[in-house]
């Protein structure tokens, strides 16, 4: 009997064990987010939200294994899929679409890949992101976003208790710490809310200091000065905490003090943040502080609009720091900068809540094995800051196709033709443009990306309707 029936219950055995770990494609809904999230309360069923890089470039020029480790993913496998479609709504959105920036602005995304599991309300109450080829990884999410659901004291319900009315000192700090988990970030109000219920007495101790730092307190508000009241423990902590640290609540009250600027439209503020931005450098490094300074001032005239002042601060920006600097001078810098900031890792999962400069115009690079050249890379960046402003000024739109034309002469690609594309257009050089664009569409080509987009900018400017 036992020979006869051992092959038969091995070969059950072999397909019950690679049922969970073959391929399975998952199942996600085709609605938006918001229509799911709708049937998601109706059912009180949680969402799994997945934003994606989008579709794998099979011709992107890397090999099966640099591929595998770059989209390769446990939630392929069987038993990960089978948990989710189990307990889930499945919804996922592809880097670069209006839903994704939506989505990204509403849960403050940075990095794609990125795992939100939503309460049916549609908080968040567990995030992950980078992907992982191990299935284990994604059953451990699972699990963590179970436990959490199951708690009274989950994000959702802390929310509530605080829409209420919930002001005790120690709610208050376990509602900030449970958002900073799952990279929410801590509205002013909130923080001032908790520094109010503080005695004075508590300003004196470090560790309190360091953690209203670490909330990124705006630059006028009240959490801030108090947190900076006493100068002896300011100083211990600017001293004693590694430099990762404090670059990260630096660049947080930064850009916290910045938004809430052009929020308000308050250029007195705005003065505030980037003056405070120039002095994280040292007083001797005038350039560096003088840079950051205008940076800042940049972002805040570009977010309230006002392209009186935003235009001329820019042109001389990149003039002054990009045009009349020697590319060999600048790539030093800039390496110097990498090599600081590569010798300090960032432990935090969220180091940076706010979301990335709307002017940035990204280039995905995927096929590239040498590092990319981020001088060539800025000036493509201040190209199409100027082309997205709108401005018809053929001297301003003159200067960009300049450092267009330089970023394309140090690392020639796709998205730089393309940026060049567009400049030439609004110059009503039409052959130019469409001729840039042609090589735009064919370099995209080479390099395994997707040429779609390209091609739609081709054909508008062949038919002028760009």
Known sequence: ????YFWPLVAVLW???TNSAVAQQLHFEKDSLGQVLQRARQQQ????????LGPRPEAAGLTKAQLDQVYGTGLDYGIVAKELERDFLLVKVPFGTPEAQRISRRYYVNTYPTYLYLHPDGTVLHRSYSSSQDPQRYLRDIETFRQKLASPNNLSQLEQRYAQGERGVEFLRQYIKTRQSVGAPIRPALLDAYVRELPVKAFD??????????????????AYKLARFNKRLTDSMYATLPLARRITFNNLIISNTIQEAIARRDQNLAMQGASFARGTWPSTDYLNGSRTFDQNMMRYYQGVRDTARYLPLLVNFYERHYMAVPADTLRRRQAMRRALQNSFQNPRPYPNLSLPDSSVKKVWVESRTKPIDTYAL????????LYISGTKRATY????????QRSIELDPQAGYYDTLAHLLYNLRLHAEAEATQQKAVALAKKEGKATEGYKEVLRKIK???L
């Open 378 to 385: 800025d000036l493509n960046n201040g190209a199409w800051a």
């Open 1 to 4: 009997m036992k020979k006869r």
């Open 45 to 52: 069923k949680p969402v799994f939200l997945l934003l994606t």
């Open 205 to 222: 101790d470090f560790l309190e200091v360091v953690f209203v730092h670490e909330c990124g307190p705006l630059v006028d508000s009240r």
């Open 15 to 17: 397909c019950l064990l």
């Open 397 to 404: 739109l003159l200067q960009a196709m300049r450092w267009s």
């Open 463 to 465: 038919n002028g309707t």
